[in-house]
């Protein structure tokens, strides 16, 4: 862990409460990029990220017991996800369930879900896989998921690659389930 | 009647979709009841739902338009200080054990 992060945690898991509430600003200010960047992959929107990590960090002032003893920074967002950011997560569209056809546990699984393989990487390591993973790809493949990271939509991409909307959501859908092999392989690796 | 529901890859394309948007409840609501039987036993759709996401995470997040830093310290700060008001001021918890106090049960007890 970095020595800005490590001062930033000091007096976070104290039991004096004033001295937490003075605590928590040098640590928001730490991991706020962070921590919005993690959340976001689940939520996709700014201001629910926003209101989610408030709570998060105010969870955190309440009961910071979990986060004693953090060795890296890696340890410390797998602790935050798992005890702070899951159950705020999970809240977020609990509300909605009545009307979903949708059951409870796979909402969770589709909101909050447990930490995969992938999900413990830190932005760059995935930003690195992902980089590898995407030169493996066949050109086709590869040009179908980058026309979805600049943001078109599945009918543009399909104008752009010259075929039908379905086919394009099927090589999507295939490349992903590649993509998501080959990380896998990589995280092994490593 | 023909078959309206979704194949898998597509919605997995139509969850991508919202997640990029951040429009997640709107794919959530459009699921019929068959789609949501069909996710459950999709494996593939959870294995790439993962990808998803982090694609949105390594794709997107960057380019949100996330707030400063400090301006947020200050919010937590005061979410902190309404903890702390509402903790306060809220009454004392009941004692749920039958045990009242002495005073109390003095004063209804009848004289022998």
């Not at chain 1, 295939?174 to 092999?181: A, D």
Request: hydrophobic content about 40%; proline content about 3%; glycine content about 4%.
């Amino acid at each position: 862990m970095n020595k800005r992060l490590r001062n930033a945690m000091k007096g976070l898991t104290a039991p004096d409460v004033d001295r937490r509430r003075r605590a928590m600003e040098p640590f928001v200010r730490e991991t706020f990029q962070v921590f919005i960047r993690y959340l976001y992959r689940y939520l996709g929107n700014e201001v629910e990220c926003e209101d989610v990590l408030e709570d998060v960090y105010a969870d955190i002032w309440e009961n910071p017991d979990r986060l004693r003893d953090m060795e890296s920074e890696r340890q410390l967002l797998r602790t935050v996800y798992l005890y702070y950011m899951r159950k705020r997560l999970r809240e977020v569209y609990r509300r909605m369930n009545r009307h979903l056809y949708l059951s409870q546990n796979d909402l969770t699984n589709l909101t909050a879900p447990e930490l995969g393989l992938l999900d413990t990487m830190s932005q760059s390591e995935l930003k690195q896989a992902l980089g590898r993973a995407m030169g493996r790809l066949k050109a086709r493949e590869r040009r179908a998921i980058e026309l979805w990271l600049q943001g078109m939509s599945v009918r543009a991409i399909a104008n752009e690659l010259k075929t039908t909307v379905g086919a394009v959501k099927m090589l999507k859908f295939r490349t992903i389930l590649k993509l998501k092999e080959m990380m896998s392989e990589y995280c092994h690796e490593e | 009647m023909a078959d309206m529901n979704r194949k898998i890859q597509e919605l997995l394309s139509d969850y991508a979709g919202a997640l990029r948007d951040g429009c997640l409840p709107v794919f959530l609501q459009s699921l019929t009841r068959q789609e949501g039987r069909e996710l459950t036993s999709s494996r593939d759709f959870w294995e790439a739902a993962e990808v998803v996401r982090v694609l949105n995470g390594v794709g997107f997040a960057d380019k949100a338009a996330i707030a400063d830093a400090g301006l947020f310290a200050s919010r937590v700060d005061a979410n902190i200080a309404s903890r702390l008001k509402k903790a306060k001021s809220s009454p004392r918890p009941r004692r749920t054990n039958g045990a009242r106090s002495m005073t109390k049960t003095q004063k209804t007890e009848k004289p022998i």
